[in-house]
């Protein structure tokens, strides 16, 4: 049975994205990956109020919890602290000249998914008292969602309109990250960190390795391909 809780604000959160859009400078490796998120952020939270989610309170709060991940990157970096292992490549090359947008959009969709989303799940189900099953099919219903968004920011950010070359890169490069495939692996991680929750050794070894293999990854994604398109 599905606790009832008040629906947490999301309208801070997008605030506070809103208040960033307009801070960072338009071509920085952040601001691209915070303009794509308060996106989803705002798709998100106009969904709540139809029929697209069964526990519209558990998604609200996962996505509060979720995005409070990233912002406590935001706030490290503003305070000339470093981020953790998952957001440092994309902290430490936001502004390299020879990285594409749509890679500092890819780099962070990889870190936040990748380690940040599962151990949101695990501690969305640790507030409310429920295994991460009760939650599972409004975070695959999410998934419509962002497969969609995914697919709308690589049309806007890739080059065009003529097609690219297949052994370009920049293609090699967006083509080897998949949010489906991505968000599918943060799933099997949920389960393996719920499952080691009671043992916290066991458990702080794992996120510890998650965050440094998708530091590894990120780093890979952010690999320079060539200058930025001009505007």
């Not at 308060?38 to 519209?56: H, K, M, S």
């Not at 458990?203 to 200058?227: E, H, N």
């Amino acid at each position: 049975m599905v606790v009832q809780v008040e629906v947490p604000p999301l309208d801070g959160v997008v605030a506070r994205l809103r208040e960033l859009d307009g801070r960072l400078p338009p071509g920085d490796g952040v601001a691209v990956f915070n303009r794509m998120y308060l996106t989803v952020t705002e798709e998100i939270r106009d969904r709540l109020a139809g029929p697209c989610f069964g526990d519209p309170a558990a998604v609200a709060e996962l996505d509060v919890v979720f995005a409070g991940r990233y912002l406590t990157a935001v706030d490290a970096d503003l305070a000339g602290q470093r981020p953790t292992p998952c957001w440092r490549p994309l902290f430490s090359l936001r502004a390299h000249p020879h990285i594409h947008p749509v890679q500092f959009a890819l780099a962070g969709m990889n870190a936040h998914i990748e380690l940040d989303l599962p151990l949101a799940v695990v501690e969305t189900c640790r507030r409310r008292s429920c295994p991460p099953e009760a939650l599972a099919a409004d975070y695959h219903r999410i998934n419509e969602v962002l497969a969609a968004l995914e697919a709308r920011v690589r049309e806007q950010l890739l080059p065009g309109p003529d097609p690219l070359d297949a052994a370009d890169p920049l293609v090699h490069l967006a083509g080897s990250w998949s949010i489906e495939r991505a968000r599918d692996a943060a799933w099997a991680s949920v389960l393996a960190l719920w499952g080691l929750r009671r043992l916290r050794p066991a458990y702080r070894a794992l996120a510890a390795a998650l965050d440094d293999s998708v530091g590894m990854v990120g780093r890979y994604l952010l690999t320079p391909v060539g200058g930025r398109p001009s505007h």
